[in-house]
Every structure is written in structure tokens, then in C-alpha cells.
Nanobody, 121 residues
Framework: QVQLVESGGGLVHPGGSLRLSCVASGSIFSLPAMAWYRQAPGKQRNLVAGVTSGGSTNYADSVKGRFTISRDNAKNTVYLQMNGLKPEDTAVYYC???????????????WGQGTQVTVSS
């Protein structure tokens, strides 16, 4: 079994910063990719940023220049540094990991439980 646990959400004023963390644990052989998604009320879940085990990153246009994704491969942890937060960034943020549980197994997606980020004055 694989578990993803997010932390770091909360309430912040516009222009403020938050840092989200997500730790993957359990039966893990490799984590070729990890990512952050977000879902606002009444909207679909969308990709915010992703990072490969080699360090390649991609971002949604709406967060480029404000958010930075990084990972610590030794700790199976992915981070999302969010600066210059705006009210429209308010959402539940979910961590997703592409996991290979053994050297011979397929790649599966696992999700965390989500952490609320609220940007409001």
C-alpha cells in the first residue's frame, strides 16, 4: 500500500506565501513523477505543477512565476512554494504521485487527501 500525506495549507492574505509538503510512504520502488493539483468549489481538478525524479518541472500558466515545485527524492517528498497568492488560488490542493511499487510492477497513480488553501483578506 502507498500513502500520500499533505500538509501546509491554511488561510493567508492576498500577496502572502504558503509552502505545501507531501510525503509518500509505503511500498515504493520508484516515484518517476509527483505533482500538485487543485480543485475549487464547483470546478474540476486541474494540474498546478509537476516534477519528475530527474528534476524536470512544468507549471500551469496561472501560477508561473509565483509557484515553485521541488522534490527531495531521498525523502519521497514533494513541495509547492506558493508566493504572491491571489484569491483565485483558493482551492483544495491535492498531491499526486506516479508510483512503481516493485521493479516488475506497473505504474499507478496515488492521491493524497487534500489540503485547503484559502486566500482572503
Amino acid at each position: 500500500q502507498v500513502q500520500l500525506v499533505e500538509s501546509g495549507g491554511g488561510l493567508v492574505h492576498p500577496g502572502g506565501s504558503l509552502r505545501l509538503s507531501c510525503v509518500a510512504s509505503g511500498s515504493i520502488f520508484s516515484l518517476p513523477a509527483m505533482a500538485w493539483y487543485r480543485q475549487a468549489p464547483g470546478k474540476q481538478r486541474n494540474l498546478v505543477a509537476g516534477v519528475t525524479s530527474g528534476g524536470s518541472t512544468n507549471y500551469a500558466d496561472s501560477v508561473k512565476g509565483r509557484f515553485t515545485i521541488s522534490r527531495d527524492n531521498a525523502k519521497n517528498t514533494v513541495y509547492l512554494q506558493m508566493n504572491g497568492l491571489k484569491p483565485e488560488d483558493t482551492a483544495v490542493y491535492y498531491c499526486k504521485a506516479v508510483v512503481q511499487r516493485t521493479a516488475m510492477s506497473r505504474f499507478d497513480d496515488y492521491w493524497g487527501q487534500g489540503t485547503q488553501v484559502t486566500v482572503s483578506s
